[in-house]
Nanobody
Framework: VQLQASGGGLVQAGDSLGLSCTIS????????IAWFRQAPGKGREGVGC????????WYPDSTRGRFAVTKDNARNAVYLQMISAQPEDTAVYYC???????????????????WGQGTQVTVSS
């Protein structure tokens, strides 16, 4: 399984930004995909997830309402849309996949087996 994240860059506070993650090598059609981020000096944080099977999503309080995770099964791609980016969103963003474990997805990192290489997002104030 290989994941390739792209779309990071430098944006101004208040701008929107979209990230993409292409997934290859998965034999199952039921798995979960999550986006994580890690800011300098901080731990890894899940920012949203989605089930490939039915598109069910989940977000932590820190990103709910500003981040949106969507998918395109035909392109084997998952997207993260950030609305009104803030300087505290500055981080390296990773996509990851793991087995679907229930009726919803999770941003618990231990549930994810495969990780992309990360893409840097910098939000200037």
């Amino acid at each position: 399984v290989q994941l390739q994240a792209s779309g990071g860059g430098l944006v101004q506070a208040g701008d929107s930004l979209g990230l993409s993650c292409t997934i290859s090598g998965y034999t199952s059609e039921e798995y979960q995909i999550a986006w994580f981020r890690q800011a300098p000096g901080k731990g890894r944080e899940g920012v949203g997830c989605i089930l490939r099977s039915d598109g069910t999503t989940w977000y932590p309080d820190s990103t709910r309402g500003r981040f949106a995770v969507t998918k395109d099964n035909a392109r084997n791609a998952v997207y993260l849309q950030m609305i009104s980016a803030q300087p505290e969103d500055t981080a390296v963003y990773y996509c990851a996949t793991g087995a679907q474990r229930g009726w919803s997805c999770s941003t618990a990192s231990y549930e994810y087996d495969h990780w992309g290489q990360g893409t840097q997002v910098t939000v200037s104030s």
